[in-house]
């Protein structure tokens, strides 16, 4: 079965940094080019970022709100999915999903929330 | 960045059909822009129904099609049952950058 299991959420302050992780197993994570998307408490959905396969040099594009503050990267051999979170603020508060979202699949994982609070 | 549009609420009734739409603030909706669309209910992960526009997933049941409808992206809805009540997104390509839309969320009368 695919899984995807993120972890590293939490607390942190403004103007703080936090690194997320994304395990990925069951499929062939190395082929797959992967997403970072958010949810805010009651809120909709947000797209984070995503970063290409290697074919596609690790090619990365992020959401504007990110762009500067948050890197994407990927350990292939560790089938891992990273996010560094810099510069935090409080509208960074949200529960971030790692995800492959390229036909034909539709990976989630459960998700892990981050708060930004002082 | 571009901004998406979609109606932040709609009803249907069982049986019914109905029509969400996604709109670009930078012009009309493209297969260029590579929609898809996701499905959302409480307390669950998203799931996406259809891709490039049309396209329908496995899992994506015969009554959900997706089309391009008047410069938009539409996701028609046709004989709704009660378990389609949820929060739909849809989500856009502008070369490279994605943008979800601030989701449509349906309910039965």
Redesign the interface.
């Known amino acids: 079965d695919v899984q995807l299991v993120e972890s590293g959420g939490g607390l942190a302050q403004p103007g703080g940094s936090l690194r997320l992780s994304c395990a990925a197993s069951g499929f062939t994570f190395s082929d797959h080019q992967m997403?970072w998307?958010r949810q805010a408490p009651g809120k909709?959905?947000?797209?984070v970022g995503?970063i290409r396969d290697k074919a596609m040099s690790y090619s990365t594009?992020?959401?504007?709100s990110v762009k500067g503050r948050f890197t994407i990267s990927r350990d292939d051999s560790k089938k891992s999915l990273y996010l560094q979170m810099n510069s935090l603020k409080t509208e960074d508060t949200a529960v971030y999903?790692c995800a492959s979202?390229r036909?034909?699949h539709?990976y989630?994982?459960?998700?892990t929330l981050v708060t930004v609070s002082s | 960045?571009a901004v998406v549009t979609q109606e932040p609420s709609l009803t249907v009734s069982p049986g019914g059909t109905v029509t969400l739409t996604c709109d670009s603030s930078t012009g009309a909706v493209t297969s260029g822009h590579y929609p898809?669309w996701?499905q959302?209910k409480p307390g669950q992960?998203?799931?996406?129904l259809i891709?490039?526009t049309t396209?329908k997933?496995s899992w994506t049941p015969a009554r959900f099609s997706g089309s391009l409808l008047g410069g938009k992206a539409a996701l028609t809805l046709s004989g709704a049952q009660p378990e389609d009540e949820a929060?739909y997104?849809c989500?856009l390509s502008y070369s490279?950058?994605?943008?979800?839309?601030?989701?449509t969320k349906l309910t039965f009368l």
């Open positions: 997403d998307v909709g959905l947000e797209w995503r594009d992020y959401g504007a999903y979202l036909p034909p539709d989630w994982g459960q998700g | 960045q898809y996701f959302q992960v998203p799931r996406k891709y490039d396209n997933h929060e997104y989500f490279g950058v994605r943008i979800f839309g601030g989701g």
